[in-house]
């Protein structure tokens, strides 16, 4: 007989809860038919694909979703980051001495915290193509520091704005220009596919699709925040390791970011402010090329524990560089190494703790955990370089020179030493961390993780997460 396949109307209390479920406790009318298409499995018990997606399709719809999203984060994030590392620009053209800064004032000036995207990137695209999209977006980082030497040389041009002067005028002109770009994107962006008005229902379904193909023996796309997903993202193995990484390769990338013109000015003290700020603009070009590549080519190669590998000794090549000799051209040249490593870490972090978490709920809390840990990077570089370092450094500089941007006759320093060996620890927590997902691989093919699924209903199988046996950790 044909079973009844009548649906019941909106009012009955029996679809309220399912309908609720789907849009976060939102009164808001659904049309169940709809619905259905966003909460159909995809996956069977084991992980695979209940219906094969059509990949030309879906690669088609990424490239639309990236015109429409990557352009408008990556130009918020650029001035975002050229506004804090002006601070860099802004200290080589009195900042200091006009704010009558002294001691270890200017690295309280610097302590704050920074934001992630990594979740945002997670509503829209599958857990294979986070890393790039990432290193789009963490691109601008770097781009950020030379667009910001060549604005701040631009700008320290102009005699005066009314009252404000030199310096002054960097964080006025940039910081109306982050303020229109920040109102703008208010307007332009959109949450989620579902809610994006440049889709057709066709690919929104697709879209749909394609994130829960991802998410092994689910029956829903978003399902509604609980403790058991968030303990799962936050104390995931993937997920404290890549945020330890991130912590890290932070101490280095917001250290350069807010020291880079004094390092420059240090080394070449005889040239101009101006000259100087320029000098910046070189490792950054460097920078910014290397940190789209190297993700590009993780995401090519469908690895990004390797690929992480082989980038951490450009780090460590240029710090040994840093604390074993006082030559100039060397030192500046070791500037070109470390940037060209180091801002890539952002995007591998971020999508491989994206990628390797089972739920949406569960990816919120690893990337919340994980960014978390990076501030705590970011805090730390600016207490990496003190006042206090010499004395390896000339006696008429130690009262006010950091030592790493100390001038080129400075050996090392106590923040060299830490980068140095922040960037050792990176290339062996990635060594461990690729161990750990592949030898968990083996004991899943192994039949190691079938006893999970024997204890639950197959309606519930969802919340394994992880544990689930048909789920496989992404290198």
């Given at each position: 007989m044909k079973p009844?396949?009548t649906?019941p109307p909106?009012?009955d209390?029996?679809?309220?809860p399912?309908l609720?479920?789907?849009?976060?406790g939102s009164?808001?009318?659904?049309d169940?038919?709809?619905a259905?298409v966003t909460v159909?499995?995809?996956?069977d018990?084991?992980?695979n694909?209940?219906?094969?997606?059509d990949q030309?399709a879906?690669?088609?719809?990424?490239?639309?979703?990236d015109?429409?999203?990557v352009p408008?984060?990556?130009?918020q994030?650029?001035?975002?980051?050229?506004d804090?590392?002006?601070?860099?620009?802004?200290?080589i053209?009195g900042?200091?001495?006009?704010l009558?800064?002294t001691?270890n004032q200017?690295?309280?000036?610097?302590?704050?915290?920074?934001?992630?995207?990594?979740?945002?990137?997670?509503r829209?695209y599958?857990?294979?193509?986070?890393t790039?999209?990432?290193g789009?977006?963490i691109?601008?980082?770097p781009?950020a520091?030379?667009?910001?030497g060549?604005?701040?040389s631009g700008?320290?041009?102009?005699?005066?704005?009314?009252q404000?002067?030199t310096?002054?005028?960097?964080?006025?002109?940039?910081?109306?220009?982050?303020t229109?770009?920040?109102i703008?994107?208010y307007f332009?962006?959109s949450?989620?596919p579902e809610t994006a008005?440049?889709?057709?229902?066709d690919?929104?379904?697709?879209?749909?699709?394609?994130?829960?193909?991802?998410?092994?023996?689910s029956?829903v796309?978003l399902e509604?925040?609980?403790?058991?997903a968030?303990?799962q993202?936050?104390?995931?193995t993937t997920?404290l390791?890549?945020?330890?990484i991130?912590l890290?390769?932070?101490?280095?990338?917001?250290g350069?970011?807010?020291?880079?013109p004094?390092?420059?000015?240090?080394?070449y003290?005889?040239?101009s402010?101006?000259?100087?700020?320029?000098?910046?603009v070189?490792p950054?070009?460097?920078?910014?090329?290397c940190?789209?590549?190297i993700?590009?080519l993780?995401?090519r190669v469908k690895?990004?524990?390797?690929?992480?590998l082989c980038?951490?000794?450009?780090?460590i090549?240029g710090?040994?560089?840093?604390?074993?000799?006082t030559?100039a051209?060397a030192?500046?040249?070791?500037?070109?190494?470390?940037l060209a490593g180091?801002?890539s870490?952002?995007?591998?972090t971020?999508?491989w703790?994206?990628m390797?978490?089972?739920?949406d709920?569960?990816r919120?809390?690893?990337l919340?955990?994980?960014?978390?840990m990076?501030?705590c990077g970011g805090l730390?570089?600016?207490?990496?370089?003190?006042?206090?370092?010499?004395p390896?450094?000339?006696?008429s500089?130690?009262?006010?020179?950091?030592?790493l941007?100390?001038?080129?006759?400075?050996?090392?320093s106590?923040?060299?030493?830490?980068?140095l060996?922040?960037?050792?620890?990176i290339?062996?927590?990635?060594a461990y961390?690729l161990?750990?997902i592949?030898?968990n691989n083996?004991?899943r093919?192994?039949?190691?993780y079938?006893h999970?699924?024997d204890a639950v209903q197959?309606e519930?199988?969802?919340?394994?997460?992880?544990n689930?046996?048909g789920?496989?950790?992404?290198?």
């Amino acid at each position: 007989m044909k079973p009844d396949t009548t649906l019941p109307p909106y009012g009955d209390d029996t679809m309220k809860p399912e309908l609720e479920h789907l849009e976060f406790g939102s009164k808001e009318h659904i049309d169940i038919r709809e619905a259905i298409v966003t909460v159909f499995p995809e996956t069977d018990e084991n992980g695979n694909p209940v219906e094969p997606i059509d990949q030309a399709a879906s690669n088609r719809l990424a490239r639309k979703i990236d015109l429409h999203i990557v352009p408008i984060l990556a130009l918020q994030y650029l001035f975002a980051f050229i506004d804090r590392a002006n601070i860099g620009n802004a200290r080589i053209a009195g900042l200091e001495r006009d704010l009558k800064l002294t001691g270890n004032q200017y690295n309280i000036l610097l302590s704050r915290l920074f934001p992630g995207i990594a979740y945002y990137f997670g509503r829209w695209y599958r857990r294979e193509e986070i890393t790039f999209r990432m290193g789009l977006y963490i691109a601008c980082a770097p781009l950020a520091g030379g667009v910001g030497g060549l604005l701040a040389s631009g700008i320290l041009k102009i005699d005066g704005i009314g009252q404000v002067h030199t310096w002054q005028q960097i964080f006025l002109i940039e910081g109306i220009i982050t303020t229109v770009i920040g109102i703008a994107a208010y307007f332009l962006m959109s949450d989620r596919p579902e809610t994006a008005r440049w889709l057709s229902e066709d690919e929104k379904k697709l879209a749909a699709r394609r994130l829960k193909a991802d998410q092994v023996g689910s029956s829903v796309l978003l399902e509604q925040m609980n403790i058991r997903a968030v303990k799962q993202g936050i104390f995931a193995t993937t997920t404290l390791v890549n945020g330890f990484i991130f912590l890290l390769s932070n101490i280095t990338v917001t250290g350069v970011a807010f020291f880079a013109p004094t390092i420059v000015k240090t080394i070449y003290p005889t040239k101009s402010t101006i000259q100087q700020q320029l000098y910046t603009v070189p490792p950054y070009i460097l920078s910014t090329a290397c940190t789209c590549l190297i993700p590009y080519l993780s995401t090519r190669v469908k690895r990004r524990g390797i690929v992480m590998l082989c980038t951490a000794p450009l780090m460590i090549i240029g710090y040994i560089i840093f604390v074993s000799t006082t030559n100039a051209t060397a030192r500046y040249g070791a500037l070109f190494l470390i940037l060209a490593g180091a801002p890539s870490f952002g995007a591998f972090t971020n999508g491989w703790a994206a990628m390797n978490v089972a739920s949406d709920t569960a990816r919120a809390a690893a990337l919340g955990c994980v960014v978390m840990m990076g501030n705590c990077g970011g805090l730390i570089s600016t207490w990496s370089f003190m006042p206090s370092d010499g004395p390896n450094y000339p006696q008429s500089h130690t009262r006010c020179r950091l030592s790493l941007y100390a001038p080129v006759d400075a050996l090392s320093s106590i923040g060299n030493f830490l980068n140095l060996a922040t960037n050792s620890t990176i290339f062996l927590a990635t060594a461990y961390l690729l161990w750990f997902i592949q030898n968990n691989n083996k004991k899943r093919e192994a039949g190691k993780y079938d006893h999970y699924l024997d204890a639950v209903q197959p309606e519930e199988a969802y919340k394994l997460g992880n544990n689930h046996p048909g789920f496989r950790y992404k290198t």
